[in-house]
């Protein structure tokens, strides 16, 4: 059973940081891309940032780029998003997904997800 637990979320004001991580469970970590979504109330899902597996090249998207870093540790089957200068428009839920689709104007996940973490920044 494949199972993808996020932690580190919580309430920054402005100007601060946060790294959030993902551990993945049920599955071959290493093989894996891993990408980090974000959802704020009444608004989609929107892609944050991806990492691949063979390589470990990043994704971002514009706005976060330069702000927000990727990362993976394969041996402890985890990724993580470090999240600097976080705005309050960078509220909302973020969860962590396997192989995501992370080209386009608009980036999906396939598979699996976790179950989010808050992060929630203060003006």
């Known amino acids: 059973q494949v199972q993808l637990v996020e932690s580190g979320g919580g309430l920054v004001q402005t100007g601060g940081s946060l790294r959030l991580s993902c551990v993945v469970s049920?599955?071959?970590?290493?093989?894996?891309?891993i990408g980090w979504f974000r959802q704020a109330p009444g608004k989609e899902r929107e892609g944050v940032s991806c990492i691949s597996s063979y390589d470990g090249q990043t994704y971002y998207k514009s706005y976060v780029k330069g702000r927000f870093t990727i990362s993976r540790d394969n041996a402890q089957k985890t990724a993580y998003l470090q999240m600097n200068d976080l705005k309050p428009e960078d509220s909302a839920v973020y969860y962590c997904?396997?192989?995501?689709?992370?080209?386009?104007?608009?980036?999906?996940?396939?598979?699996?997800w976790g179950q989010g973490t808050q992060v929630t920044v203060s003006s």
């Open positions: 049920g599955l071959d970590f290493q093989y894996t891309t």
């Open positions: 997904t396997t192989d995501p689709v992370c080209i386009g104007p608009k980036w999906s996940g396939r598979n699996h």
